[in-house]
Every structure is written in structure tokens, then in C-alpha cells.
């Protein structure tokens, strides 16, 4: 089903995939439906803020019925693009990339996991579940052969710029990237920036916080 | 300084560490002084979101001249609490532990990695970085003893409620997790989840968007 989506904040993409968490929670407990009330409970959230989230997509409640639960769910993952598929390499097969490599996470949300590659001649050669880590001096040519759309970046910070120029001259067009660092890419590229600096801060804030009182 | 704190929504303080993120490299680069305006377009904001945001902290601003760089940087900063000291244990010493143990963005967030635990008697021993991984047996003395407040969950799955159980018996009253699931702890015990699911997802989003246009 496709719908008119023209410029939808970012705050409220951001949001979608909590909605899709909580939704598949209440699938598995077999809840059928919900009002916005309640699951603005369970969320954290306004009942409003909920339906103007969802009405950015087209909003799928019924007064008085409130929401069909495994409806809004599969509406969701759609919306996401969890059905499609994505398929992904690593870069960095040291600790994080091999971390990441172990995420259990990819399948739920369309992505595959394709190879590993990695400058150390120590790593590359051996797999880790299965996936191989290749010398990155074959991404090119891997990434072409094997149309990968997403190169997840798990190198060191002093490398990442390095390798995103090379996954851009390859053809990558999306990155997800766990360096702390912003990546200079053109505007075409998508990049996904896992910001564990925020995290950890917002943990600072809340310590701080309950301290205080 | 002081200020009444009501009760601040968690997507401001989520907001927060981008806001300090983006005054910092303006201070790095000799920026003194900023328009809510400019600030948003760097920011990806509005310009009254801004000031709605920095308004729940008791604004910052000054009309017609705008915002004091450092001045607001180093306010976000003390909200923050990030010149506070929080004393830190990771808990599992695997790829991911390891990954964390390496994170750069401890000590600007004023957190301190004091010890790592495992119950793997091959990474018992080894120090990482100086940071010594210990029998997780000997986690609570450890906690008591160094007055640790903060546990990094590093652990599969399977292991993190027992671990976050026996953090919290030992009095942990923070946790920063990292595994993908939703730990049951006592209504005092903040928990920051590091979640990649939702990360992958928003990429996920973006792909799609995209190649739908």
C-alpha cells in the first residue's frame, strides 16, 4: 500500500521502530487490539502524540476501536522496508565488526550479512559464523559481484573517512556506521550513525538527575 | 546553577547530546556566538525548537544577539552532569565487551572503566587497555568495595537479566545495555538501552524511501 509520504520528521522516523517493537511484544502476547491511550502508556507517549505520529502515514486507528494490533504492526514494517532485503558487508573485523557480525538483530530487519573485510593479514582468511573475512583490497570487486547495497563501517576512527570514500567509489549508497565520526559522503549516500556518545550522555543525565534529588 | 526541573520530556534530553556534539565543534572551530536560526540549520531543526528545547532548562538565549557558544555548550554540559564522575564495570568480556573497553567516549562523558567481568576462566586474568577482566564472582565485592555505580551489560542475550539481577543486589542503580532485550530491574534503577535494532531499522527506513522515489 503506498501512500503520499512527503517530508515526515525525522523525530518521528525515529520513533517508528519502537511502535514496530512494542506492536510485535503484543502480537506475541496475543493482545488483537489497542487504543492510543493504552499504548501511549505502555510507550511512554501522549495518546495524541501517537496519533499524529501515525497520521503522518496515513493513520490507521478507528474511533472507538482503537487499533488493530497486528494490522499496525505489518503496516509498520512496511513503512520501515523491513520485508526487503539489504544485503551488507562489514568493514573492521576486529572486536566491534566481529561483535556486530554476531548481531542477531539483521535478519528481523531485512538485512543480510554477506562478508567481512579487514586490512590485518592475521584476520583475513578466517570466518566468523559463517561469514568470511576477505582483504579489503577485494571489497570493490566483492561489492559489485555480489550487489551489495550497505557497508557497515567498524573500523577504528582514524580509518572510517578513508574507508566510506572507498565504499562511495564502489557504489555503496547506504552505511551504517559505528566509528564516532561524521562521514563526509555525497548527498546521495544515506548514513546511519550509531551515537553511542548519546546514549552514554542521556545515562549521564539521568544519573545527574536522580543524584540531585 | 540550579534550576527547577519539572519534568522535562525524554525526547529533549535525547536532543541534548546533539546540541552539546554541535556547540563543542563550534567552540573547536572559534565560533562565539550563534542565532537559534543558524543553530537549527545546522542542527536539522527549527529554530523554534531550539528554543523551546533550551527554554525547558531556562533558555539560554538573548534576542537579537542569540546564544553564547561556550557558554551554552558548558551549561548543556553541567545539565548533563557530564563533570561528574561515574565509577564503571562492564560485565561479559567477549567481542562486544572488548569493543566497549575500547570506546573513546568514556572519559568526555565523565565515566570511568574500573574493571571487566566474565565467567569465561580464558578471559579471566587478561587485562584489555589495563583494565583487568575478573571472575564475575568476584563482581559484588569489587562494586562495594570500589563503589562502582554503573554496569556495562555485555553479555549474550540469555545472560543479561541474571547479571542485571545480581547488579542490582549488589546495588548498582545504572546500567548501560547493550543486549537486545528489556531488563526487569526495580523502579529506581535507570537503565539506558543501546538499541541497535532501532538504528538498523531507521536505515532500513531511509533504503527504502529512497529507492521507492
Do not use: H
Not at 520528521?9 to 488483537?32: A, N, Q
Request: aromatic residues 8%; glycine residues 10%; contains cysteine.
Amino acid at each position: 500500500m503506498e501512500k503520499p509520504q512527503t517530508s515526515i520528521s525525522m523525530s518521528v522516523i525515529r520513533r517508528l521502530p519502537k511502535y514496530y517493537r512494542y506492536l510485535s511484544e503484543l502480537v506475541e502476547k496475543g493482545v488483537t487490539r489497542i487504543s492510543s491511550k493504552e499504548f501511549g502508556r505502555i510507550l511512554g507517549f501522549t495518546a495524541s502524540q501517537i496519533r499524529q505520529d501515525l497520521n503522518c502515514f496515513g493513520g490507521f486507528g478507528q474511533q472507538g476501536y482503537g487499533y488493530n494490533v497486528k494490522e499496525l504492526r505489518d503496516e509498520i514494517a512496511n513503512i520501515l522496508g523491513l520485508n526487503k532485503n539489504n544485503d551488507a558487508i562489514i568493514i573492521g573485523a576486529g572486536n566491534l565488526g566481529q561483535a556486530i557480525a554476531n548481531y542477531s538483530g539483521f535478519r528481523g530487519s531485512g538485512f543480510l550479512l554477506k562478508a567481512m573485510f579487514d586490512i590485518n593479514p592475521r584476520l583475513v582468511g578466517i570466518s566468523i559464523r559463517d561469514i568470511k573475512i576477505m582483504d579489503i583490497d577485494e571489497m570493490a570487486g566483492f561489492i559489485e559481484e555480489a550487489k551489495i547495497n550497505v557497508g557497515i563501517i567498524c573500523t577504528p576512527k582514524e580509518g572510517s573517512q578513508g574507508v566510506a570514500d572507498r565504499l562511495v567509489k564502489a557504489g555503496i549508497k547506504a552505511i551504517w556506521n559505528f566509528s564516532p565520526t561524521d562521514l563526509n559522503v555525497p548527498g546521495d549516500v544515506i548514513v546511519e550513525n550509531v551515537q553511542l556518545s548519546e546514549s552514554l550522555m542521556v545515562l549521564a543525565y539521568l544519573i545527574n538527575e536522580r543524584d540531585r534529588i
